[in-house]
């Protein structure tokens, strides 16, 4: 009586699980940034990072993201911003290695688009985030793609001399690209 | 037969001329500087005169190319006349070399160079930090041969000046003229 009573909702956890994309593919996945230094673009990317999301793509708004991004894995293209942007006036990567947003909610923008809200943490400040990307599915793997405008100063990314946004400005665009699949 | 060159020649040798005294100091301060806003700004600056000597080298060689620069005077020995043909060639190989390169490497290096930031001048390579790193050099070499050619073009047309008393500078430098 009483396993007869708890297959049926043994199984539909089972279902709900094989819906939820949660297992990261990190060869395939991306976190980049363009920043403009006297007005021309300049491509960077980190290449350490982990991203705990949760996905059921038939309900994205049920979506749960933890991103860590490890800052001393920064790549500007240039050794010398490499060096630059781990220290105090940038990142202080010795006081906080890491930046870390946290989800809160996931809404639904129209058109394949959709919108995660919330918290990133850099530097020991935590200021509310929206992240617009989209989500595609090809059978067994997930891509949620998508950017936001981060404003370095707001953070105190790159104090002092460098709070000079005529030569780096303020915006800067971060792009993420994460393939999650089931398991 | 004209003893000078015309005065876009004139003009455009001399706007060159300023343009390299200013970045080719330029270039070797900038480089060794601790990176900051000043650096970043200098780098630009730089790569901006580069570009003009690029775009005023074209406009250069093309007049060049459809207007005839006065003959050597007869008096000249042939290997006076090799000599300063030979020079004269590889700066306008450099002028032209030399900006380029330093376009080249800036796209290698994943800086893209924008004309007073405000023009984007194509990437024609993509990233590659070896290939940047090689630009580098080249960039480099070109410059210290412009430097050696340089010091052998002006110290040629200082002795013709001061030595041997003929008109040759003064074929650049009109108001120098000594024969009527």
Same mark, same amino acid.
């Given at each position: 009586?009483?396993?007869?009573?708890i297959l049926?909702?043994?199984?539909?956890t089972?279902?709900a699980?094989?819906?939820?994309?949660?297992?990261?593919?990190?060869q395939?996945?991306?976190?980049?940034?363009?920043s403009?230094?006297?007005?021309?673009?300049?491509?960077?990317e980190?290449?350490k990072?982990t991203?705990d999301?949760?996905?059921?793509?038939?309900?994205?708004?049920?979506?749960?993201?933890r991103?860590?991004?490890?800052?001393?894995?920064?790549d500007?293209?240039?050794q010398?911003?490499?060096?630059?942007?781990?220290?105090?006036?940038?990142?202080?990567? /010795? %006081?906080y290695?890491?930046?870390s947003f946290? $989800?809160?909610?996931v =809404?639904? !923008?129209?058109?394949?688009h959709?919108a995660a809200?919330?918290?990133?943490t850099?530097?020991?400040k935590?200021?509310?985030t929206q992240?617009?990307?989209t989500?595609?599915? /090809? %059978?067994?793997?997930?891509?949620?793609?998508? $950017?936001?405008?981060? =404003?370095? !100063?707001a953070?105190?990314?790159?104090?002092?001399?460098?709070?000079?946004t005529?030569?780096?400005?303020?915006e800067?665009l971060?792009?993420f690209?994460?393939v999650?699949a089931?398991? | 037969m004209?003893?000078r060159?015309?005065?876009?020649?004139?003009?455009?040798?001399?706007?060159?001329?300023?343009?390299?005294?200013a970045?080719?100091?330029?270039?070797?301060?900038?480089?060794?500087?601790?990176?900051?806003?000043?650096?970043?700004?200098?780098?630009?600056?730089?790569?901006?005169?580069?570009?003009?000597?690029f775009?005023?080298?074209v406009?250069?060689?093309s007049?060049?190319?459809?207007?005839?620069?006065?003959?050597?005077?007869?008096s000249?020995?042939?290997?006076e006349?090799?000599?300063?043909?030979s020079v004269?060639?590889?700066?306008?190989?450099?002028i032209f070399a030399?900006?380029?390169?330093?376009w080249?490497m800036?796209?290698?290096?994943?800086?893209?160079?924008v004309?007073?930031?405000v023009?984007?001048?194509?990437?024609?390579?993509?990233?590659?930090k070896?290939?940047?790193d090689?630009?580098?050099?080249?960039?480099e070499?070109?410059?210290?041969?412009?430097?050696?050619?340089?010091?052998a073009?002006?110290g040629a047309?200082?002795?013709?000046?001061?030595i041997?008393?003929?008109?040759?500078?003064?074929?650049?430098?009109?108001?120098l003229?000594?024969k009527?």
């Open positions: 009586m009483r396993t007869l009573f049926p909702l043994l199984l539909l089972t279902l699980d094989a819906a939820e994309f949660k297992v990261l593919r990190p395939q996945s991306s976190v980049s940034f363009i403009r230094q006297m007005g021309v673009p300049v491509d960077g980190f290449r990072f991203a999301i949760v996905l059921d793509p038939a309900k994205p708004e049920k979506g749960k993201a991103i860590n991004i490890d800052l001393g894995s920064i500007t293209g240039n010398e911003a490499n060096e630059e942007v781990v220290g105090k006036t940038w990142f202080d990567a /010795k %006081t290695p890491t930046a946290v $989800s809160t909610a =809404k639904a !923008l129209g058109q394949g959709y809200q919330g918290k990133l850099i530097k020991g935590t200021l509310d992240a617009d990307f989500i595609e599915q /090809k %059978t067994d793997l997930v891509t949620l793609a998508g $950017s936001f405008t981060l =404003k370095r !100063l953070y105190d990314i790159g104090s002092g001399i460098w709070s000079d005529d030569t780096v400005a303020d800067v971060v792009r690209h994460f999650v089931r398991q | 004209d003893t060159y015309t005065h876009t020649a004139v003009t455009l040798h001399w706007l060159i001329a300023l343009l390299i005294f970045a080719f100091p330029l270039g070797l301060y900038m480089h060794d500087l601790p990176l900051s806003p000043h650096k970043l700004r200098l780098y630009s600056y730089h790569k901006w005169i580069g570009i003009t000597v775009v005023l080298a406009m250069r060689l007049w060049r190319a459809t207007h005839r620069p006065p003959p050597l005077p007869a000249m020995p042939a290997w006349r090799f000599a300063a043909e004269h060639y590889l700066l306008y190989a450099l030399i900006p380029v390169s330093g080249l800036s796209s290698a290096k994943g800086m893209q160079t004309w007073f930031g023009l984007p001048l194509p990437d024609l390579i993509g990233k590659d070896e290939l940047g090689l630009l580098h050099e080249a960039h070499a070109f410059n210290f041969a412009l430097l050696g050619l340089l010091l073009h002006v047309a200082l002795k013709h000046h001061i041997q008393h003929d008109d040759i500078l003064a074929r650049m430098i009109p108001f003229r000594r009527p």
